[in-house]
């Protein structure tokens, strides 16, 4: 079908589901601007008041409230940000411990019938060359990530009839079935547009982890102002219930965000939490992870570059630690727009839990991972470029341990399966166990000589330690799997 007659008939659709929306918005932009402009000049105490409430809310899970967003949002006193940094990396690491889950994006397709100021891919964008990927395609791309040592992955997709909910499946299905050596990609989360309850329960089937959307901004007018008129995304309201209907149809593993720089980060930071109070209320799970892209120039989208809300990298520093004390149980994934210096500043001072290592953003980039990054085939610059396995050095000489689990979904620890262990603090001893094995496989498998060295010598060992100090029993079973993984059994997870 031509694309412009496919957009017709889903607009209309869209439309029709609005009028029948039993949602009420959670998003009343009055109140979020004077709830920010109320607590302008907070006093000290009130911020170590909630800072202290924010170490508190560990064990139980719960949030902080808007207001008291608001506050952490507007503190000034640098001695003060030095508490919520430490106390963000705290959280962190009591509730996930101090492993960095790893993942690439991978870039399906580029094809979009929208328009979105900022970005590569609007269909507008004359220079760029719109592709998607076939089945070959997408083999030889999950091969060279599967090689490089991948096992997550999360598939990109621009909104358009030759990438809808059926190529979703198809491409899934196909990533899936890729065996390359002594590897595959054990987990595939999503990130594409809104769909219909029917399309979302077709991708479910094919075992796909977490669903993102992200809203890019809660803020109504400046939501239609960067998403015109004539497009599907226009529309504020089938995107911001786009995770609500994923519920509806069976999809418990959610992820929201915000492209931060399109309008006032403090604004943006109380959506996301409204956001997750909303999903709350309505599912009794919040989000699994919160993202937090931050504008990058792209080809051809000049608001990238002249936004007035483009956010410093103070500010958004501020914005990674809000986050970690504003909802202790999520995951926070820092992504490779970021660049090197930054991202490894940032995971230590708020509390990042996920990140992209050996990122290539353009339809086929893996492929050709000799050539130069590619404007005209790309959405956006990344800043972040190192490889996969400098990036596991450079967080090896940090301490961190590099983890590529991906049991959590395939145990079924998800959704309201994955929110108590998260909200209690006990997810981590999954996590530093798995995180322990899934790096030893690295090690065995793709890693160059120096990160071999440090991560025998070094980082299992020192988490090992760990856990015969902290829990003796599940250090036994550690000890056995590790064994196991020495002699080339793969997968060995709990
Ligand atoms: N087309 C789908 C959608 O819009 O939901 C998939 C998302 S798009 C390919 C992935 C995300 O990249 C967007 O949701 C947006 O937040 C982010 N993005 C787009 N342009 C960007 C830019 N110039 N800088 C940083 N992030 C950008
Ligand atoms: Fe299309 Fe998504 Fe880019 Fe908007 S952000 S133009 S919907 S790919």
């Excluded at 601007?33 to 202290?52: F, G, H, M, N, R």
Aim: hydrophobic content about 35%.
């Amino acid at each position: 079908m031509l694309a412009q007659k496919w957009k017709e008939l889903r607009a209309e659709e869209i439309r029709k589901w609005e009028d029948s929306c039993k949602y009420e918005d959670f998003i009343d932009d009055r109140l979020i601007t004077e709830l920010i402009d109320i607590s302008k000049y907070p006093d000290k105490k009130q911020v170590e008041d909630i800072i202290a409430k924010a170490r508190q809310n560990v064990s139980s899970g719960a949030m902080l409230s808007p207001s008291e967003v608001a506050v952490l949002a507007n503190t000034q006193d640098p001695q003060l940000w030095e508490a919520i940094f430490e106390t963000a990396d705290w959280i962190k690491r009591t509730v996930y411990g101090n492993r960095i889950v790893l993942f690439a994006p991978l870039y399906l397709s580029s094809m979009c019938v929208n328009n979105c100021l900022y970005c590569g891919f609007k269909n507008t964008n004359a220079d760029l060359d719109a592709q998607k990927l076939n089945r070959d395609q997408i083999v030889s791309e999950v091969e060279v990530l599967i090689n490089s040592g991948h096992k997550r992955l999360i598939a990109v997709y621009g909104e358009h009839p030759q990438s809808d909910a059926e190529y979703i499946c198809q491409s899934v299905e196909t990533i899936y079935s890729v065996h390359s050596d002594c590897g595959e990609i054990r987990r595939c989360n999503i990130n594409a547009s809104p769909m219909f309850e029917n399309e979302y329960k077709q991708i479910k089937d094919v075992g796909i982890g977490t669903y993102q959307i992200f809203q890019e901004t809660y803020h109504h007018q400046t939501y239609s102002k960067v998403h015109p008129r004539d497009t599907l995304k226009h529309s504020y309201k089938w995107r911001v219930f786009g995770l609500h209907r994923a519920f509806e149809a069976g999809i418990d593993d959610i992820a929201i965000g915000v492209l931060f720089g399109l309008y006032d980060w403090k604004f943006e930071l109380l959506g996301l939490l409204y956001h997750a109070m909303a999903l709350e209320k309505e599912f009794g799970v919040g989000p699994h992870t919160i993202s937090y892209p931050r504008l990058v120039p792209a080809e051809n989208a000049p608001l990238t570059t002249m936004s007035k809300y483009l956010v410093s990298d103070e500010d958004f520093s501020k914005i990674v630690a809000i986050i970690r004390l504003m909802c202790p149980y999520t995951g926070s994934i820092l992504t490779a727009r970021e660049s090197n210096p930054l991202r490894d500043t940032i995971i230590r001072k708020g509390g990042v839990s996920q990140m992209d290592a050996g990122t290539r953003i353009g339809i086929g980039g893996y492929s050709q991972m000799e050539k130069e990054h590619l404007l005209h085939k790309e959405q956006f610059i990344i800043n972040d470029t190192r490889s996969l396995d400098d990036f596991i050095y450079d967080l090896c000489k940090e301490g961190y341990l590099p983890s590529f689990c991906t049991a959590g979904y395939r145990e079924g620890r998800t959704g309201a399966n994955f929110m108590p262990l998260a909200k209690h603090a006990t997810v981590k001893n999954f996590c530093v166990a798995n995180g322990i094995l899934t790096f030893k496989e690295y090690l065995m498998d793709y890693a160059s000589p120096k990160v071999r060295e440090i991560g025998e010598n070094h980082v299992i060992p020192n988490y090992l330690q760990w856990i015969e100090q902290n829990m003796p029993q599940l250090a036994v079973q550690v000890e056995e799997k590790l064994g196991l993984t020495a002699s080339q059994q793969h997968d060995m997870h709990f």
